[in-house]
């Protein structure tokens, strides 16, 4: 996970040539903040910035190219590759993501660079990824500047144009800065500053999700399709655990955010089934967060995700014995939630509604960490902080098996209209919002049911199979031995965690803006 801070001065008079490099213990102490007073109001972007990398970051300013990156580092893969690249006199790269293809051997933002020298062609190179990712490229020959996010948008970048155009600023995140757009996931944006021109034409693929409107009435072909998702989705898995670095020590475990639920327990499943096949030691922290409610009365511990939580874990410490998995009970109090709320908004911007604040608030929280370790045979609870810098996420499975309340009566024709309006919109209703406030806390999160070849074949499969997330309900049962845990009804996180309607005010509505942000 890195943050990626790009901004083109355009006709403005630019700043002399500068470079400045800050460590971990630099970020912490913001010895950062005096390398940025041209910014003007973008500075206070910057520190939004740093909150993603913290292990390193720096500041490139070129007056010929009037341009100005800064650029932070959580560093995941060996070795630690400084940000922005200056590749051969041409390409300035700024690379944020995860890139799974078979034939990046170390690391992948070396892999990029490989690729960006071999070709000098940037939308060849992008459509070479696979992964989670966000970039900027600068291509000093032709010009140009290069910005955009995966085909799925994993990635949360925003950019603005400034008067007439003749300004652009590309960030990870914005805050509430205003005129900042979010990218469209797939779009590979070029802005030509020789024309102050910004183009968004090009894209990674040449089509959207397209979902398959066929039927299986008779589940002729339901366990082909289940052992092949099986397949589909332990491979997501194992690609995203094989490409953390140092791999399953006791120093970086596995975290994943756990409600109990479906999703995430096939998530949880496949990860421990990973571990134990590989013959590696690794902990798994299962991040359950629990909210005080004033309105319901209800404390942390009492809340459904927490109670289903615990049901599910005690399933998986049985199921993977061999696995040390630790649940780590995340208790937000009312207070603690109030003191933070500010700041989530200011994260999410502009995403302000009360659903939105919702979910962020969970998401936050539980990346936080900070948490409960529960001993049942000692009958002790103590203070634990997370400790595993990549999260998983079982996000993207309820846009791709039907598991939404509202699909539940569409005929055909709007359920396949439905669902893929939900898997093509995914990068704009969730992902920007959750990529923002996650990698806040400086963490990275992984998204198996989001890897592409994932949703490609789940987008195929037969109609049917997707009432009520049918197909991965039979995989969680028969595949993963999750038997009750497959029978589980969808509950979403804001009302699961209890971070919805906290007050006694009963009139708010999810889209209803939150009045005091």
């Given amino acids: 996970m ?32 005096n390398c940025t007073d041209q910014l003007g109001d973008l500075k206070s972007v910057i520190p939004l910035v740093v909150q993603r990398g913290p292990n390193y970051a720096s500041l490139r300013v070129s007056e010929q190219d009037k341009m100005l990156w800064f650029s932070s580092i959580l560093s995941l893969r060996d070795p630690l590759t400084k940000q922005s690249i200056d590749i051969q006199d041409r390409f300035v790269l700024q690379y944020n993501g995860e890139c799974y293809n078979s034939s990046i051997l170390h690391n992948d933002t070396q892999w990029i660079v490989d690729q960006l020298t071999q070709y000098s062609d940037v939308p060849r190179v992008i459509r070479l990824l696979s992964g989670e990712f966000a970039y900027t490229v600068y291509d000093r020959l032709t010009k140009q500047v290069f910005f955009g996010r995966d085909s799925i948008g994993k ?12 300004e652009l600023t590309v960030s990870s995140v914005t805050g509430k800065t205003e005129g900042f757009e979010n990218c469209v996931a797939g779009v590979i944006y070029v802005y030509d500053t020789a024309t102050n021109t910004l183009s968004a034409e090009c894209k990674i693929k040449p089509a959207d999700f397209v979902v398959s409107s066929k039927e299986d009435p008779e589940l002729l072909e339901v366990e082909t399709h289940t052992e092949n998702l099986m397949i589909c989705l332990s491979d997501a898995v194992k690609c995203r655990l094989e490409t953390i670095h140092p791999l399953h020590t006791e120093n970086s475990p596995i975290a994943i955010l756990f409600s109990g639920g479906l999703d995430c327990s096939v998530i949880a499943a496949l990860v421990c089934q990973h571990i134990t096949n590989s013959g590696s030691y690794a902990k798994v922290e299962l991040l359950n967060v629990g909210f005080e409610n004033p309105r319901t009365g209800l404390m942390p511990e009492d809340v459904p995700d927490r ?51 919702s979910i962020a608030a969970a998401f936050y929280f539980a990346a936080r960490g900070e948490a409960f370790l529960t001993d049942d045979e000692k009958e002790t609870r103590t203070r634990y ?22 699909l539940a009566n569409k005929s055909k024709d709007e359920l396949v209209t439905e669902l893929e309006r939900q898997i093509n919109n995914i990068h704009d209703r969730n992902l920007s919002r959750d990529d923002k406030v996650l990698a806040s806390n400086g963490v990275e999160v992984r998204y198996p049911f989001l890897d592409e070849t994932v949703v490609e074949f789940s987008t195929k499969l037969p109609l049917n199979y997707k009432i009520n ?4 309900r039979r995989l969680a049962q028969n595949k993963l031995l999750l038997i009750d845990i497959g029978t589980e009804p969808k509950r ?3 009302f699961g965690a209890k971070s919805a309607k906290m007050t006694k005010n009963g009139n708010k509505h999810g889209t209803d803006l939150v009045k005091d942000s």
């Fill in 469 to 472: 997330k049918m197909i991965l």
């Fill in 492 to 494: 979403a996180i804001q």
């Fill in 155 to 166: 990635r949360s970048l925003s950019f603005r144009l400034g008067e007439e155009a003749q």
């Fill in 385 to 406: 902080n997370r400790k595993g810098i990549v999260l998983f996420s079982g996000l993207g499975a309820d846009e791709l098996y039907g598991g939404y309340h509202k």
């Fill in 2 to 33: 890195c943050g990626i801070f790009m901004h083109y001065n355009g006709d403005n008079a630019s700043p002399k040539d500068y470079f400045a490099e800050f460590d971990e213990d630099q970020l912490s102490n913001m010895h950062y903040t």
């Fill in 307 to 357: 109670l289903l939580g615990q049901t599910s874990y005690k399933t998986l410490q049985a199921l993977y014995p061999e696995v040390d998995i630790r649940f780590l009970e995340v208790d937000v109090g009312y207070e603690d939630y109030l003191k933070y709320k500010t700041q989530i908004l200011n994260l999410i911007y502009p995403k302000q509604t009360e659903m939105d604040l």
